[in-house]
């Protein structure tokens, strides 16, 4: 292996370590409402949403882990979920300009 392949493969790791520490943790309404006594909201499903991706791939091999927080104020952290994943999932507009440049 070259030191070019090396460095790609430690920017994966690190990368794939950065990705597990985003992701979101056990889910406290089980027990309680949360630490501080609050409840999910708008940024909070935002959030969630972004990370969703990662956080998808660990409740697949753990119970503690959940996508979508059952706690939360209702259709300001359902709106922030969505716009979250469409960040991620996206494509819109880049979608669309790909594909206009593509039949050129």
């Known amino acids: 292996m070259t ?3 090396l460095f790609f493969i430690a920017l994966a790791i690190l990368a794939l ?3 597990v520490g985003c992701a979101a943790g056990p889910n406290p309404s089980i027990k309680t409402v949360d630490a501080a006594g ?3 909201g708008f940024w909070t ?3 969630h949403g ?11 091999f753990t119970k503690n882990v959940n ?19 469409s960040i991620i999932f996206g494509g819109g507009a880049a979608g669309s300009a790909s594909r206009r440049h ?3």
Do not use: M, Q
Request: proline fraction near 2%; avoid cysteine; aromatic fraction near 24%.
């Open 3 to 5: 030191k070019k392949h």
């Open 17 to 19: 370590l950065f990705l």
């Open 38 to 40: 609050k409840i999910a």
């Open 45 to 47: 499903g935002l959030w």
């Open 50 to 60: 972004v990370i969703s991706p990662v956080t998808f791939i660990i409740s697949l």
């Open 67 to 85: 996508l979508y927080d059952v706690f939360n104020n209702g259709n300001w952290y359902n709106f922030g979920f969505i716009l979250g994943v």
């Open 102 to 104: 593509w039949y050129k």
